[in-house]
């Protein structure tokens, strides 16, 4: 199959058809909020990408769930108190409190180090792939994408 000409969603969809074993035909694309659109067939979905963009997509999901943290985590990391980390935790805002926390690993760290240190201990499925969190690598006329089931 020549795929020079080719756009890459179109390459991605054929490579999600030969993983999931369906036909391209099946296989439709799903605009989500993000640039990384999913791709379905059925009631599953998936995102398919490259290292460097499941790189990119980890570091916003990370970036997006600061406040969904293990106190303890953060307070590793960052050599603060993990009570001050678990206050923020029990205020009962969530997401609101992603901006403090990421000015706290700012102030103390380096963010890519921190994403670093997350996907290491958890793996980029944790945190692309909301059905399992597994990240499934898979070559399709050479080349290499990591596929997050949604």
């Known amino acids: 199959m020549n795929t ?7 390459i991605r969809a054929r490579a999600y058809a030969d993983f999931s074993g369906v036909d391209i035909e099946d ?14 067939h059925g009631n599953a979905s998936a995102r ?31 050599g603060l108190p993990e009570e001050a980390f678990q206050a923020i935790a029990d205020n009962g805002r969530c997401e609101s409190n992603n901006e403090a926390i990421r000015a706290m690993i700012d102030g103390t760290g ?21 059905y399992d969190g597994n ?10 994408f990591y596929i997050y089931q949604d």
Do not use: Y
């Open 4 to 10: 020079d000409d080719m756009p890459i969603q179109e």
């Open 110 to 130: 380096n963010f890519d180090q921190f994403v670093q240190e997350a996907v290491s201990a958890d793996g980029r499925g944790h945190f692309l792939a909301g």
């Open 135 to 144: 990240e499934t690598e898979h070559e399709f006329i050479g080349r290499t």
């Open 27 to 40: 296989v439709c694309e799903e605009r989500e909020e993000t640039r990384f659109e999913s791709l379905q």
């Open 48 to 78: 398919v990408l490259t290292d460097e963009e499941a790189d990119k997509a980890c570091k916003e999901s990370i970036a997006d769930s600061l406040w969904a943290f293990n106190p303890s985590f953060l307070a590793s990391f960052t």
